[in-house]
């Protein structure tokens, strides 16, 4: 054979091979995710961070589509009863688990008696409370067994509730309805959660956890919409450096991050233009007090610093209009509500509200001779670290004596949930649904999970059992009103501004829609220009 044509050969064999190989390369997400999650378990998890990798790995009864809207998950259909009371959900026959196991009515039943379990120790337990039965079960008063969810047969799934619940279905996209595989649970018990012992039922499965550096999924050929699912691996940073996130962005490194830094929001824009997405956000920053605790359980202290504080400034010089100034505690626009009770000094000129809050504290027997001394908690972060800056001069007329904390966000958290020692710390609350419940429920006294505050108002609590079961939503409404102005009356959390969502996300990355709740799975997204 001639040398001429033994290369046009062996070079057509290449081109060959190359095209195979390109055929099959991986289509690779790069996606930044603010930070290490604490747990991958979804009955012990509580931040949105966690839920953002969850929701790529276990997929509910029902999920959120591309705009937040309530879309079929495992359940194909499902029934309401009359009364409000009865769901019957009808399971998909192709839905399976990650090893071929398909998914029952009886897998759901397991996981919700579980999550309920006092010995499981769910932090969010008690979103699942308009289930029949489920406060008692989760504070050991009855056995799981008496929990309102059946299995009536492999594909029907029975959920009956103590009291008609408007939000019912926008709650079951939560975290906290997604299944466990109750073999890998009786296997691992909570190591379940570890790469190779997880069983998972979402587009991806779990591969790789490499701590403080990524977390690797990759697409779950056994999803029954696998067909549909364009990308095929996902790396998830922990970002809890803006800076350096946005570095990485810029550098191409991450196709998406779910925050910038604020102070360098002007170059970004300049930069690059409509990869930064910023849209309106179920949610509220605020600072939990301590209301247990000397001199902060005085609610005059409470309210002479919140009144100090200039929510215009820091909504559009520290957060350079990423946040709008909030003085209430439920965001503007939520579902089955009215206006929210808002702060009676919103509307006064600063120099009125030092004046008024300097005589507040003076009342409480604090002065130039005896300064309030605080301390801020709050989690790593630029723009955390400068709130808490600026908040600090805001108080200065006031004579307060100000010191700061910082924590890495688990840390923050569970310190936060474990009723570690605070006087203020800086938290945020993302609406799992769209309902004004879904933010008062925060601080009713028994509320151990996130009631940071450790407020305790029979009457507040009064307020919130009767909404629990009032099914008339006018009615329910004015009586979630009445309790919002006990809280903005009582301040046990300080609002501060209402969040809107910032993402940056690459022009490669398709089919990422902007939405109140800041939802994006993976399985909606695609890679390409």
């Known amino acids: 054979m001639a040398t001429g044509h033994l290369k046009t050969v062996l070079l057509a064999a290449a081109l060959s091979v190359g095209v195979a190989t390109a055929g099959l390369a991986q289509v690779v997400y790069h996606r930044g995710n603010t930070t290490e999650p604490e747990t991958l378990d979804q009955h012990l998890t509580s931040t949105i961070y966690e839920s953002i990798i969850l929701r790529d790995l276990y997929e509910g009864l029902v999920v959120h589509g591309p705009k937040a809207e309530v879309t079929p998950g495992v359940a194909e259909s499902w029934t309401v009863s009359d009364d409000g009371l009865v769901y019957t959900f009808t399971l998909r026959e192709d839905a399976t688990w990650s090893n071929g196991d398909p998914v029952k009515a009886d897998d759901f039943v397991f996981s919700y008696r579980r999550i309920l379990d006092p010995a499981t120790g769910a932090k969010y337990a008690d979103i699942l409370y308009p289930i029949a039965g489920a406060e008692p079960v989760n504070k050991g008063e009855a056995p799981v067994e008496e929990l309102g969810v059946r299995a009536v047969d492999e594909r029907t799934l029975e959920i009956t509730l103590g009291s008609a619940t408007p939000y019912f279905m926008e709650l079951l996209t939560h975290q906290t309805s ?8 009786g296997e691992h018990g909570m190591a379940f959660t570890r790469p190779g012992n997880m069983i998972s039922n979402g587009a991806y499965t779990l591969v790789e956890w490499v701590p403080n550096a990524h977390i690797k999924a990759v697409k779950n050929e056994s999803f029954h919409d696998a067909d549909n699912v364009a990308i095929d691996e996902v790396y998830y940073y922990p970002t809890e450096d803006r800076s ?23 170059f970004i824009r300049a930069e690059l233009g409509d990869q930064l997405r910023i849209a309106p956000y179920l949610g509220t920053y605020y600072y939990a007090v301590n209301t247990e605790k000397a001199p902060f359980d005085d609610v005059r202290v409470r309210q002479a610093l919140s009144m100090a504080i200039d929510r215009e400034f820091l909504a559009d010089e520290i957060w350079a209009g990423a946040m709008v100034p909030g003085y209430s505690f439920i965001p503007p626009g939520i579902g089955n509500y009215g206006e929210p009770a808002m702060a009676d000094y919103a509307d006064l000129p600063m ?36 709130t808490a800056t600026a908040i600090a001069d805001m108080w200065k007329p006031l004579g ?25 710390a800086r938290a945020g609350w993302i609406g799992d649904y769209s309902d004004p419940q ?59 501004m209402y969040y809107g969502s910032i993402n940056l996300v690459s022009p490669e990355l398709q089919g990422w829609e902007d939405n109140i709740q800041n939802v994006h799975a993976t399985r909606w997204l695609s890679l390409g220009n």
């Not at 350096?244 to 002007?266: C, I, K, V, W, Y």
């Not at 305790?456 to 009615?475: G, W």
């Not at 004015?478 to 301040?491: N, S, V």
């Open 178 to 185: 997604l299944p466990v595989h109750p073999p890998s649970v």
């Open 244 to 266: 350096a996130a946005l570095r990485r962005f810029m550098a191409g490194e991450l196709h998406s991050n779910n925050d910038a830094p604020t102070e360098q929001m002007d």
């Open 351 to 386: 120099f009125d509200r030092e004046e008024e809050a300097i005589a507040l504290l003076a009342e409480a027997g604090f002065g130039p001779d005896n300064p309030l001394q605080v301390e801020i908690r709050f989690n790593t972060s630029e723009n955390h670290q400068k």
């Open 400 to 424: 307060v004596q100000t010191t700061f904390f910082n924590t890495d966000l688990k840390t923050h958290y569970a310190h936060l949930r474990d009723r570690g020692d605070i006087d203020i």
């Open 438 to 496: 879904n933010f008062l429920f925060m601080v009713e006294s028994d509320n151990l999970g996130f009631n940071y505050a450790r407020y305790a108002n029979p009457e507040y609590d009064a307020l919130m059992d009767e909404a629990a079961v009032t099914t008339d939503l006018e009615e329910r409404a004015q009586i979630l009103l009445e309790a919002e102005k006990i809280f903005m009356r009582d301040l046990p959390f300080i609002p501060l």
